[in-house]
């Protein structure tokens, strides 16, 4: 199995062009209640860790003086830097969650958005809170897809839960409320919720799916088997050439762990 720091590294372009962005409501509660005041506040500064192809990196970059993107996997940080390279405040940092690299007492918020549940939480833990100054706060993000409410839905699950393991595994891991309550214990956190939402045609539903790191790219074993079956259930289920996908995005906002 490839380590996490590599895993998307033959995604990239699917991840680009399909993944989803994130409610612009999550993005307002982090401007008020983690970096207060007119924004960009001289000598703010944001660390997104495990930031990949730069997608919540973009929302940051208006919040903050500077952004430091930091994030370990070659190809997916060369993509936020084409994507980002001419923006105000944006750094690239090629560095792990469990050894940024970054000065101590730094920055005065760090994100990790569809990223945490890579990290060692123990190591990255005692990271956040170093690079934080004090008062800092640290924000944990994900679009959950949601997995029913429409016979669409219904069938995208049932497909990937029939033709990849490994996605079984990965929905029996998902990062609970307990995971996130000791990351932060003793500290305080608050849960924030928005619906989020995608739209696709079949190209784009092939795109987003295979986005995933546990999906076949072509050539790999099941490849063609299950984009057919992609196909299918998007013919059987699309109104207007679209299909829709669903997520409930969680905000998990709060304050560092200090040992």
Same mark, same amino acid.
């Given at each position: 199995?490839?380590?996490?720091? =590599?895993?998307?590294?033959?995604?990239?372009?699917?991840?680009? @062009?399909?993944?989803?962005?994130?409610?612009?409501?999550?993005?307002?509660?982090?401007?008020?209640?983690?970096?207060?005041?007119?924004?960009? +506040?001289?000598?703010?500064?944001?660390?997104?860790?495990?930031?990949?192809?730069?997608?919540?990196?973009?929302?940051?970059?208006?919040?903050?003086?500077?952004?430091?993107?930091?994030?370990?996997?070659? =190809?997916? +940080?060369?993509?936020?830097?084409?994507?980002?390279?001419?923006?105000?405040?944006?750094?690239?940092?090629?560095?792990?969650?469990?050894?940024?690299?970054?000065?101590?007492?730094?920055?005065?918020?760090?994100?990790?958005? *569809?990223?945490?549940?890579?990290?060692?939480?123990?190591?990255?833990?005692?990271?956040?809170? &170093?690079?934080?100054?004090?008062? $800092?706060?640290?924000?944990?993000?994900?679009?959950? @897809?949601?997995? !029913? !409410?429409?016979?669409?839905?219904?069938?995208?699950?049932?497909?990937?839960?029939?033709?990849?393991?490994?996605?079984?595994?990965?929905?029996?891991?998902? /990062?609970?409320?307990? #995971?996130?309550?000791? /990351? /932060?214990?003793?500290?305080? /956190?608050?849960?924030?919720?928005?619906?989020?939402?995608? #739209?696709?045609?079949?190209? $784009?539903?092939?795109? &987003?799916?295979?986005?995933?790191?546990?999906?076949?790219?072509?050539?790999?074993? $099941? #490849?063609?088997?299950?984009?057919?079956?992609?196909?299918?259930?998007?013919?059987? #289920?699309?109104?207007?050439? @679209?299909?829709?996908?669903?997520? *409930?995005?969680?905000?998990?906002? !709060?304050?560092?762990?200090?040992?």
């Amino acid at each position: 199995m490839l380590p996490s720091t =590599e895993r998307f590294s033959d995604r990239v372009d699917n991840y680009v @062009r399909y993944r989803p962005s994130y409610p612009t409501a999550l993005i307002d509660v982090l401007r008020e209640r983690a970096l207060p005041g007119p924004a960009p +506040r001289t000598g703010s500064a944001i660390a997104d860790i495990g930031s990949g192809t730069g997608i919540f990196t973009t929302l940051l970059l208006p919040l903050a003086a500077r952004v430091y993107a930091v994030e370990p996997n070659a =190809e997916m +940080r060369a993509a936020a830097e084409q994507r980002l390279s001419g923006a105000s405040g944006f750094v690239s940092v090629a560095a792990t969650a469990e050894a940024t690299t970054l000065p101590d007492a730094s920055v005065d918020l760090v994100t990790a958005a *569809q990223a945490f549940h890579w990290f060692d939480p123990i190591a990255c833990r005692r990271e956040f809170a &170093r690079i934080l100054k004090p008062g $800092g706060r640290i924000a944990l993000i994900w679009n959950q @897809r949601i997995v !029913g !409410g429409t016979p669409f839905l219904v069938d995208y699950e049932k497909l990937l839960l029939q033709h990849i393991a490994e996605h079984r595994k990965t929905r029996q891991s998902d /990062f609970s409320p307990a #995971h996130i309550a000791a /990351f /932060f214990e003793p500290a305080y /956190f608050e849960t924030i919720e928005a619906p989020n939402e995608q #739209h696709f045609d079949l190209p $784009g539903l092939i795109g &987003r799916t295979l986005s995933s790191s546990y999906a076949p790219n072509p050539g790999q074993p $099941g #490849h063609d088997v299950f984009v057919a079956e992609l196909q299918r259930i998007f013919q059987q #289920h699309a109104r207007d050439d @679209r299909v829709t996908l669903r997520y *409930q995005t969680r905000l998990y906002l !709060g304050a560092p762990h200090h040992a």
